[in-house]
């Protein structure tokens, strides 16, 4: 994951002499990725393993020795030389050391002198760097250059004096990510990051300027808003909830309270990055309207009452006894607590949380997975793919960081061009300066204009049924055994033309799709893409995205989905309605619903969520949110991922599963009472999901007997944070599910990659420590990669059936997909809600004018008996015909795909 | 008892050696007692070295290692930024706090609170803050019946003056913008550059 990532391929080692010791190493790195592999401590600011190296700071000097007779030598800057074969430098000859001192204290000349108010203190790389060349006082007496901040939005802080213009930011925000708005301007030491003017930084990774710059410059400011140090938080390995990717994230807590939300290195999947619904998506958890207690109606049409946890227990485990009860998991829930529901209520008691047509979308994603011949794609891998075909989901909004590996994507003739011009790939502008635009094929066929279509050679709009027929053009063009699709124009055919060519030429093909979509036929076509280019004797990587975080996870349980369950409430046979981390309103349109749920004499909700479900519940029991619980999901490539609770919660919350647990035991089942029991248990229930008991070591597992503590070493306070309530310090909280312990003691050095719970090294505080803990900088981490891939694929089979072609009918609904308001549980942030756009329904200019409509106008939308207002967007780039609607949006009802809209405009 | 003294029982001692000087070590022996004697009774009329405490206070140097304080800059604002280096500097880990923000761009701690009962008044905390905000005061009458009157929260932290270090405000030095002291207006400070000028 390392720019460009030229370990694909080997390189005979060379030899290279540091401090007068030789050492083997590979001759595509330059010297100061080597030199940290090698764990020298050289200082450096404008080298990130991910953008390369641009010779920006001066910091990482070394000396370099012509030869075995040379005894003076020359200082070179580290990361800009390349490891050929006998180089000799030295790290700690005076002229290096000198010059790194005397950079630093010009860096510092300007710098403000607020380490105590900045919100990087005590995790700085600039600190770090300082102390580690010596540098202590001031001698410069002159004046600080200063410069006025911008306000950039709700999600990153900005304080441009800290800079020291080592351009990680622009080079992250423009280079890899390709946002427009941030940019340097200026000249000489008047050099400024910013926006042109103070507003919302518009890109959707915005918040990784946190972690790219080596300086305060740019902080987290929900994290600045209730700010603890580095050292204060108490950490746990953890993975983002808010899309199906599964990014490894490290939350950190304090005084009970989510602090914020850090990256955790994956080398196969985030790498280093995140995308800012993962990072800022974290606010539900401190939410006001939390459920933390558990509550009982005792008579209908009462207000439902407190009662206490073994009541509460008890009442469940009573109507449990009357039988008649249905158990309704959840695709936000983890593995556990949904087996722990099945195992609770019985197999055919127990239905997924989603509806029929969602659960046939997952159950298909799962298929051809499975099926092969496509190689499931990582992120690493994505960012190698020589031609990428988007087929029908907007990834920059369901799975964003996915989009970001594409970007990295269209890179790879890029390249080739430098390996041909013997340009190494870590010398980043001059790969892209040989390049200028060239760029990979990448062919984004969605319904609307998606993030991508910068970069994309073709771009194709059209409804889901077009975008269908399109893949069966190319796949009869791959193979032409397959029929053609019925009606295309001759664009559309040219275009198929394109991408076949494309995906026959590239190494490594890459198709993505998803469950976006909401199209069965779709998914299907792309099975048949992948097993036509499989015939055709080529290895495609192929990434699907369900549409939540265990989506895939939920499949593999298996279970009917939620009509069935509906159905059977229907018919009167269910007394008590059991629903786990679910908001069936989100699920099940609201009208249908709500008549449903009066035939219940019980309804049931576990959840963290103050959700209309839970506000409709009779019995409340409080769940933990993602950080105060542990369990595993699994991701869109089948990856299961362990993620460990940072914190215990006040109040009643417990996890899911226990209260689940709690119950079977006031029942006489015995589910066990530690999450382990749970795990080997859904492992055993089916052999696919077997593996999952590997996804991260056991509770028994210990380092020289010890835990792996959850809070840093210097972690300050213990005996004044709960004084106001107690004198005597209270015994740490126990924690019988995971081998990490709520306390300081404990093993420090050598957690396993999957319990890793803060990356900190001796001298390096900040999060650039990382490369401490990774077997080579950009690549898995010692030990690993955590999480195991559940899904081995097939060697691939037939082709699905050619589906039927129906064109879409007029005002037919077509899903749009926000990355901040789609998804249910960022929403529920201040930060994120304050992004979330108002309802709006998007039309293309040809259907907006027939409709009589214009662009700005307040609508009012009807679909199956629900309405609602929107602002009407008409875009040229959206496919003619049908009505856009974005799914999940706060304000958009609950209602199937394909429904057909009605739109009148609203007049004030 | 070890093997070899079961083995081989008692250790052979060499008796004493007599003395040579015996009546005379007695004689000196006396005549020091009755010097000791005299030299106690002289006391009778020497100052006195304890005071009458409590109604009578001893002098204690101001850097006296005693109850622990907050002080306020020379405007009268709070000078904790909430920084939190006393917290981590602190060897018991008897600190707590809370970071906020002011309306104008100060930090400030929410809450701060001492557990006294643990506190050992090494000074850690006073040598680590960077603002002069947290000192250590010569007061050490803080005994208590009850340990839970030892926790100190802000309220009972905060003093109205500057303590040790009056003068001293970590805002006209630090490069922080807060109301009144715009960028530029810190110690040693331009005022902000144009950032769309090329002049040198």
Redesign the interface.
């Known amino acids: 994951m390392s720019a460009g990532d030229a370990r694909s391929a080997t390189a005979p080692l060379v030899t290279i002499e540091i401090d007068g010791r030789r050492y083997r190493v590979d001759p595509r790195r330059n010297l100061l990725e080597v030199a940290l592999e090698l764990g020298f401590d050289l200082p450096y600011f404008c080298w990130h393993p991910a953008l390369g190296s641009v010779g920006a700071c001066r910091q990482c000097a070394v000396t370099q020795f012509k030869d075995e007779n040379d005894t003076q030598g020359r200082v070179v800057m580290a990361c800009m030389t390349p490891c050929a074969d006998k180089t000799r430098i030295a790290i700690a000859h005076p002229d290096a050391l000198e010059m790194r001192a005397s950079v630093i204290e010009m860096l510092m000349t300007n710098h403000p002198h607020d380490c105590p108010v900045c919100e990087e203190g005590g995790a700085c790389h600039l600190q770090d760097m300082t102390v580690m060349t010596g540098h202590a006082y001031r001698r410069y007496r002159f004046h600080k250059r200063t410069h006025v901040n911008q306000d950039l939005g709700p999600f990153v802080s900005h304080e441009m004096n800290r800079c020291i213009a080592c351009y990680r930011c622009v080079r992250f925000y423009r280079e890899y990510a390709g946002g427009d708005d941030l940019n340097v301007f200026g000249a000489h030491h008047y050099v400024y990051f910013g926006r042109a003017s103070d507003g919302v930084l518009e890109s959707p990774f915005s918040g990784n300027l946190v972690e790219v710059c080596p300086t305060g410059v740019f902080t987290d400011k929900t994290y600045g808003e209730s700010y603890t140090r580095k050292w204060d938080l108490q950490q746990a390995p953890s993975i983002c909830h808010h899309c199906a990717v599964g990014c490894n994230i490290m939350p950190g807590e304090r005084y009970g309270r989510l602090k914020r939300i850090e990256n955790r290195y994956h080398g196969a999947l985030n790498g280093y990055f995140l995308c800012d619904r993962g990072r800022y998506g974290y606010q539900h958890v401190n939410a006001q309207g939390r459920v933390r207690h558990a509550a009982l109606r005792r008579d209908r049409g009462a207000a439902r009452q407190p009662v206490d946890a073994d009541t509460a227990i008890a009442t469940l485990a009573g109507w449990l006894a009357e039988g008649r009860v249905l158990g309704i998991g959840s695709p936000r829930a983890s593995l556990e607590a949904n087996y722990a529901l099945r195992a609770l209520v019985g197999a055919d008691r127990f239905h997924r949380g989603i509806d029929a047509e969602t659960a046939r979308l997952d159950d298909l994603v799962l298929e051809t997975l499975a099926r092969g011949p496509a190689q499931i794609a990582t992120i690493a891998d994505i960012e190698q793919a020589d031609a990428v075909l988007v087929l029908g989901e907007d990834v920059l909004a369901t799975g964003a960081r996915i989009a970001l590996a594409i970007r990295q994507a269209v890179r790879q003739s890029a390249y080739a061009m430098a390996d041909a011009a013997h340009v190494p790939r870590w010398q980043d502008h001059s790969a892209r300066l040989l390049a200028q635009e060239v760029k990979s094929p990448l062919f984004v066929c969605t319904p609307a204009a998606t993030g991508l279509d910068g970069i994309a050679t073709r771009t194709y709009r059209g409804a889901p049924q077009d975008l269908v027929r399109l893949a069966q053009e190319i796949v009869h063009l791959l193979d032409y055994t397959q029929p053609r699709a019925p009606g295309l124009d001759g664009d559309t055919i040219h275009l198929a033309h394109t991408i076949a060519e494309a995906l026959k030429g590239a190494q490594r093909p890459l198709i993505v799709s998803g469950t976006g979509c909401g199209s069965a036929a779709l998914l299907q076509v792309v099975a048949n893409l992948c097993t036509a280019l499989g015939r055709s004797g080529r290895k495609p990587w192929l990434a699907l995205l369900p549409s939540e975080c265990n989506s895939l996870g939920t499949a593999l349980l298996g279970g009917p989905g939620l009509d069935a369950a509906l159905a059977r409430i229907e018919v009167g046979e269910i007394d008590t309605l059991i629903v786990l981390e679910n908001d069936l309103f989100r699920r099940v349109p609201a009208p249908r619903l709500q008549a449903l749920l009066m035939r219940l004499s019980h309804l049931v909700v576990i959840d963290a969520l103050a959700t209309p479900t839970a506000e409709a519940a009779d019995l409340l029991l409080p769940a933990g949110a993602f950080a105060e619980t542990d369990g595993t999901l699994v991701n869109y490539e089948g990856r299961a991922q362990r993620y460990f609770q940072v914190y215990v919660p006040e109040g009643d919350i417990r996890e899911s599963w226990r209260w689940l647990q709690q119950v079977a035991r006031a029942r006489g089942q015995d589910l066990g009472d530690a999450l382990d029991a749970l795990i080997a248990g859904c492992a055993g229930s089916d052999p696919r999901l077997a593996r999952i008991v590997d996804a991260a070591p056991s509770a028994r597992f210990r380092i020289h007997g010890s835990r792996i503590p959850r809070q840093p070493h210097r972690y300050s306070g213990r005996t004044a944070m709960h004084a106001q309530r107690d004198i005597h310090e209270p015994r740490p909280p126990q924690d019988p599910d995971t081998p990490l312990a709520f306390s300081m003691e404990g093993a420090r050095t050598g957690a396993p990659p999957a319990e890793i719970p803060i990356f900190w090294y001796p001298r390096w505080n900040s999060v650039q420590s990382v490369h401490k803990f990774q077997q080579e900088i950009g690549g898995p981490l010692r030990g690993g990669d955590p999480g195991v891939r559940l899904i081995e694929p097939g060697p691939g089979g037939h082709y699905h059936d050619r589906p039927g072609y129906r064109a879409p009918a007029e005002l037919e609904t077509v899903w749009l997909y926000e990355l901040f308001g789609s998804e249910e549980l960022s929403v529920r942030g201040d930060a994120i809600a304050s992004r979330v756009a108002a309802p709006y329904l998007v039309l293309h200019p040809a259907t907006a004018a027939r409709l009589g409509l214009t662009a700005g106008a307040t609508v009012q939308v009807e679909a199956a008996g629900q309405r609602w207002q929107a602002v009407l967007r008409v875009s040229p780039t959206f496919a003619a015909n049908v009505a856009g609607v974005p799914r999940g949006l706060p304000g958009v009802p609950t209602f199937a795909t394909g429904t057909v809209l009605s739109v009148r405009e609203v007049r004030p | 008892m070890s093997r070899h003294l079961k083995e081989h029982g008692t250790p052979a001692v060499p008796p004493p050696p007599v003395s040579p000087g015996g009546l005379r070590l007695i004689v000196e022996g006396f005549f020091t007692q009755l010097l000791s004697l005299w030299r106690v009774f002289l006391h009778l009329f020497a100052r006195r070295a304890t005071i009458e405490y409590p109604e009578q206070k001893p002098y204690l140097p101001p850097r006296y290692r005693g109850r622990i304080v907050l002080t306020r800059d020379p405007d009268g604002q709070e000078r904790c ?5 006393c ?2 500097a ?1 060897p ?10 002011t309306p104008d761009g100060r ?1 400030y701690p929410e809450w701060f ?3 006294f ?2 506190c050992i008044y090494c000074g850690m905390c006073e040598e680590a803050c ?2 002069y905000a947290i000192q250590l005061t010569p007061d050490y009458e803080m005994a208590e019946y009850d ?2 009157n ?2 100190y ?1 802000k309220e009972h932290l905060l003093i109205a003056g500057q303590g040790k270090y009056p003068g001293y405000s ?1 805002y006209r ?5 807060i109301a009144g002291k ?3 207006a ?1 110690q ?11 002049l ?1």
């Open positions: 930024v909430a920084c939190n280096l917290a981590v602190c018991v880990g008897c600190i707590a706090l809370q970071k906020a923000e930090w609170r001492i557990n009962s643990r960077p603002t340990r839970r030892m926790v929260e970590f030095v630090a490069g922080l913008a715009p960028k530029g810190a040693h400070e331009e005022p902000p550059v144009d950032p769309r000028s090329l040198p």
